[in-house]
């Protein structure tokens, strides 16, 4: 169920919209983000032993449609997956509409995405949900995006996401999301235009991390 609209949102104040794809344990950074900004709400998608592609694709539509401004979206687990297919159908369903295909991108509504933990889709067995979506698309997102692995995923975990990323055209990050995560609302601020361009998009090192983690957390006021 989605966190209820704020009714004195401004209209053109984007929202973030916080997308699991696994119930959320209390202190989960995602909570936090929610509480923390009046234009932030989570969208639970249910299902989550057995998730439904198209079931999920169409809550997420639904909720993209009703927000009636510009979106980021924020996911988690295997939630990215459902908005590649956002991306997969909405493409098809707007090239469609016209004669030929449409040149740039078509997908207004959404600013931007933050995909974070994605399941290794080049190791379905792993992980018996991934079944449940088909083969992974890859074609570039029409917006722009970074994709997060942690600090401690397994190398050929890093190595698929690398290529995933490489795929979707988004920027890598490998960070620690435990915690309130501050360093993730950055990259969410990025997108948003209030945060100074090009200040995330290195692809960082363990060492980098630990050497910036402390200083993005007070900047975030974390």
């Known amino acids: 169920m989605a966190t209820p609209h704020n009714p004195h949102a ?31 709400e989570v969208l639970e998608l249910g299902l989550w032993d057995e998730p439904h592609r198209n079931t999920w694709v169409n809550k997420l539509n639904l909720a993209i449609r009703r927000a009636d401004r510009p979106v980021v979206v924020v996911t988690d687990d295997i939630a990215a997956l459902a908005l590649a297919w956002w991306v997969e159908f909405e493409h098809v369903a707007a090239v469609g509409a016209v004669l030929g295909p449409m040149p740039g991108p078509v997908l207004g509504p959404v600013l931007g995405a933050v995909m ?70 950055l990259l969410v601020q990025e997108l948003l235009g209030t945060q100074p361009a090009g200040t995330l998009r290195p692809h960082w090192t363990r060492d980098e991390n630990l050497a910036v983690r402390e200083v993005l957390r007070q900047w975030a006021g974390f």
């Open 10 to 40: 401004e209209p053109s104040t984007p929202l973030v919209l916080l997308v699991p794809g696994r119930p959320l344990a209390p202190g989960h950074w995602m909570h936090r983000w929610a509480r923390m900004s009046e234009h932030s």
């Open 116 to 185: 974070v933990g994605v399941p290794n889709v080049d190791l379905p067995g792993a992980d018996p949900r991934l079944a449940r979506f088909g083969a992974c698309p890859r074609q570039p997102l029409p917006f722009p995006s970074f994709l997060v692995t942690d600090l401690g995923a397994e190398a050929a975990h890093q190595r698929a996401a690398a290529r995933l990323a490489q795929d979707w055209g988004a920027s890598p990050v490998s960070d620690d999301t435990r915690g309130g995560w501050a360093p993730g609302w």
